[in-house]
């Protein structure tokens, strides 16, 4: 069952807790110290996902992988891309809203 929600605070940048996405993660289950590596790590597995998908592809056409393997990495592949597409759309917007800002 899904619980409230509730205002994250500085301890999700500090602690590991099931809040914090596996990619904010580093290889030695730290937390990502900062926002940039945070995108860093989301956009290196993004990047590796695709990669894997690319290769079961042309492994799927040469018929040494199964049609299910590939339609998954396809589809696996294809929900990373949307989400990094609609993370830079995110900055895109947040950035041209702070330009356009007086100071």
């Given at each position: ?29 730290e937390v990502a110290s900062s ?17 894997q998908a690319e290769q079961l ?18 589809m696996s592949a294809e929900q ?24």
């Amino acid at each position: 069952m899904i619980g409230s929600i509730s205002p994250l605070g500085k301890q999700v940048l500090t602690q590991p807790t099931g809040l914090v996405p596996q990619a904010a993660q580093g290889a030695t289950g730290e937390v990502a110290s900062s926002f940039a590596a945070a995108l860093s790590d989301v956009a290196a597995q993004t990047a590796a996902t695709l990669r894997q998908a690319e290769q079961l592809s042309a492994a799927g056409i040469q018929g040494q992988a199964d049609t299910r393997e590939v339609v998954d990495a396809v589809m696996s592949a294809e929900q990373s891309l949307q989400a990094a597409i609609a993370i830079r759309d995110k900055i895109v917007t947040a950035y041209l809203e702070v330009s356009r800002m007086g100071i």
